[in-house]
């Protein structure tokens, strides 16, 4: 009885480092080292991101067009999944910057041509048995993105206008 009660605990202790362990990170440990050494200036932090999300776009280039197989569903699944979280933290960022109305435009022009290339990517897929869910979800994610960054840079002309001595601020400073 006491060998089975240890042996259920450690089962139950080793659970959660198992599902911890599958949890894919959409960025390499070389990437992440990368934003965290753009650390809080905006301009470059977002066009690392946007430089990651090009990345996997042309991986994602590259893997529509291999043959069909059980393998390249489960990688384009992977790839999708990466690439919709990946938005999502650039979606993040650009909340943050935006409320601290720090000058992204630089960045926001080069974005928006991105986002556009990264719509026509995904829309033009085929929907295929693997990824479905994934590539919706991805479709999702861009389509968010691109109306917040059309926000974001619309408002961002219109406040620097107004403000034109916060211009390239990484954040907006009460005088």
């Given at each position: 009885m006491r060998t089975?009660?240890?042996?259920?605990?450690?089962?139950l202790l080793a659970a959660p480092i198992c599902a911890q362990k599958n949890k894919r990170d959409p960025l390499t440990q070389a990437q992440q080292d990368q934003i965290a050494e753009a650390g809080v200036v905006p301009v470059e932090r977002l066009d690392l991101y946007v430089k990651f999300?090009?990345?996997?776009?042309?991986?994602?280039?590259?893997?529509?067009?291999?043959?069909?197989s059980a393998a390249r569903a489960h990688r384009m699944d992977d790839e999708?999944?990466?690439?919709?979280a990946l938005?999502?933290?650039l979606s993040s960022n650009l909340d943050?910057?935006?409320?601290?109305?720090?000058?992204?435009?630089k960045s926001m022009k080069g974005m928006n041509e991105s986002v556009a290339r990264w719509q026509s990517i995904l829309t033009g897929m085929a929907k295929e048995p693997g990824f479905e869910v994934s590539l919706q979800e991805a479709i999702d994610s861009i389509t968010d993105l691109a109306a917040q960054a059309?926000?974001?840079a619309a408002d961002q002309d219109a406040y620097f206008k107004a403000h034109?001595?916060?211009?390239?601020?990484?954040?907006y400073?009460?005088?």
């Open positions: 089975l009660t240890i042996f259920l605990l450690c089962v999300l090009n990345e996997h776009a042309d991986t994602i280039q590259g893997v529509i067009k291999r043959a069909h999708l999944q990466d690439f919709a938005m999502d933290e943050v910057y935006a409320d601290r109305k720090a000058d992204i435009r059309k926000q974001i034109p001595d916060q211009k390239n601020q990484d954040r400073e009460p005088k």
